[in-house]
């Protein structure tokens, strides 16, 4: 799902900044699942993805600040750390692509974009906003990669509209987050029950089948399950990740515009360092090697 968010949002773009990211979507979109990667040898990078909002209350949560400065003297960073921290991480990758877009650094600039791109896209996600995050504390074991994968593999290419329109100025950045984090959290116990309620009419060899995914053939939702679940669900799974490309748009044009508009037809640093290369292959080589360390939803 995230490599699809970061190539479509890259259409939502004014020509000024689609002539650096049209010819690099390729590496816009590959590059857009580098943070999960990095889950699997840097043990802080988990808490970057999620929020478990329902541990501060009941929605719309209004004992958890908004300011980070304000919820970190309220519960102490490790606690915010423990229950996840999306909504400050994309303000912390937004303060960076806007340097680096000031920078003119070609490099950094999608780099940054790639990856601030899979923190929205994780903020959109109801399963990323909530401590019931793959159904384990209602034997719901396997939903959070049922929604986020399973579901948009079968529909998106095919059956979904990613014509949305154009990128827009964000004014009131943490606003913009912190709306959409709670959209997901309200949506979160909407995600759960649909999926129970047609797990109770389903025998398990309807349930799953063996299908081919990438290659291998594995145990997974089956087709019938699925579009049952995405009928049941109303679309929601199709509506969040068009907002999530609009978001994704719309941060990576704020930054932009708060960087200056600089061009973009003429950068520096047009080429990976060589210590950027040796991360790329060792996340490669640790996720292939699927030894996650902290929560794992897949």
């Known amino acids: 799902m995230h490599e699809k968010i970061n190539y479509h949002a890259v259409f939502l773009l004014p020509p000024q900044m689609m002539i650096l990211f049209k010819p690099n979507i390729g590496f816009l979109a590959e590059h857009a699942v580098d943070p999960d990667k990095r889950r699997y040898i840097v043990a802080s990078e988990g808490a970057h993805h999620y929020l478990d909002i329902d541990h501060y209350g009941h929605y719309p949560f209004p004992d958890l600040p908004r ?3 304000a919820a970190e003297k309220k519960y102490s960073a490790d606690t915010l750390r423990t229950y996840g921290i999306v ?11 806007t340097k680096a877009f000031r920078e003119k650094n070609k490099q950094a600039i999608l780099k940054t974009a790639a990856e601030l791109g899979h923190y929205i896209a994780d903020a959109h996600v109801p399963l990323h906003v909530c401590s019931n995050h793959n159904g384990q504390l209602t034997h719901q074991e396997g939903i959070h990669a049922f929604w986020e994968s399973r579901v948009p593999e079968l529909f998106a290419e095919a059956d979904w509209d990613f014509f949305i ?11 913009f987050i912190w709306s959409r984090v709670l959209e997901s959290a309200a949506e979160a116990d909407t995600v759960l029950q649909c999926e129970k309620e047609i797990s109770d009419h389903f025998r398990a060899g309807q349930k799953y089948a063996f299908e081919e995914r990438k290659g291998k053939l594995i145990k997974q939702y089956s087709t019938a399950y699925s579009t049952l679940y995405e ?4 679309h929601m799974i199709e509506r969040r990740m ?23 037809n003429k950068l520096t640093h047009d080429s990976l360092s060589e210590s950027e290369i040796k991360e790329f292959e060792r996340m490669n080589v640790e996720w292939k090697n699927h030894h996650i360390i902290g929560r794992d939803c897949q």
Do not use: E, H
């Open 67 to 69: 300011d980070y400065k």
């Open 87 to 97: 909504p400050w991480w994309i303000q912390i990758m937004m303060g960076r692509l």
């Open 165 to 175: 329109g154009k990128a827009v100025y964000i004014t009131d950045l943490p606003g």
């Open 231 to 234: 009928n049941k669900l109303d």
């Open 242 to 264: 068009r907002q999530s490309i609009f978001a994704v748009a719309s941060c990576w044009y704020t930054a932009w515009v708060n960087a200056g508009q600089p061009s973009l």
